[in-house]
């Protein structure tokens, strides 16, 4: 059977589960295979690589990570999109928009939930590229664009630079964000939303997480004691005074 990760089942766990397995029959390596369920036990395969740590090392930061890592959303997006949930599946409750969504999307792209693995580069040495995502709990109904936007929140990154790590603080994010969309391939139409859906995306996962925080408890409640609340405010503060700078690259 190979290496596997065990994790109690949840919920959401049935439809995710679906999903793994329509992505898996398309084609689609970037992403845990369902293995079995043994009681209130899922099974996934394990997805052998390198997940960065914090602070980010430089392999993460880099624009050619950015590319690759744009390159393998799309790639997910494209086979998701032929996936249909079955009617009354239940998914995680979160941020993403649920009008007229067009997918199932990953919704949480974070350094964490990214493996990298060695590839060879064109001057011959080996470097560390974005292979495949991992921790599929918040995947949900959505939109590309929202899902980019989530992405982009962590990578570009759409934040406050008190609140990146030491190595994105000197990045420039407008540059990042046209980089990332050219490299997906991101409509127009959906680039002169991109920061009006960021804006949105912020409103919405303050108030869910403040919810679950208030209600769960556990590792929420610990996040929004550490933070977690406060630097989405931060983060929303900086896109409204770089708003105009940020759309100039998307245009």
Known sequence: MGASVRRPMRACSPSVHALLRHLESAGFAGAPRVLGVEGQTEILSYVQGEVPARPLPGYAVSGDT?????????????????????????????SALDDDPELVGHCDVTPANVVFREEPSPDGQARLVPYALI??????????????????RHWAPIADPLDRDPLQRGLDV??????????????????????????????????????????????WARMWEEGAGQRIRRAARWLDANEDALHQYLI
Do not use: I, Q
Not at 70 to 88: N, Q, T
């Open 66 to 94: 950015l590319v690759a890592l744009a390159g393998l959303l799309r790639r997910f997006h494209d086979a998701a999109a032929s996936f249909e949930p079955a009617s009354g599946a239940v998914w995680e409750d979160g």
């Open 135 to 152: 921790d599929f709990d918040l995947a949900r109904p959505t939109t590309r664009l929202f899902d980019v936007v989530t992405t982009l």
């Open 174 to 219: 407008g540059a990042r964000l046209r980089l990332f969309c050219d490299a997906y391939g991101l409509a127009p139409r959906d680039r002169l939303r991109l920061v009006e859906t960021a804006r949105t995306r912020f409103d919405r996962s303050y108030l869910a997480m403040r919810e679950k925080a208030e209600t769960r408890g556990g590792g």
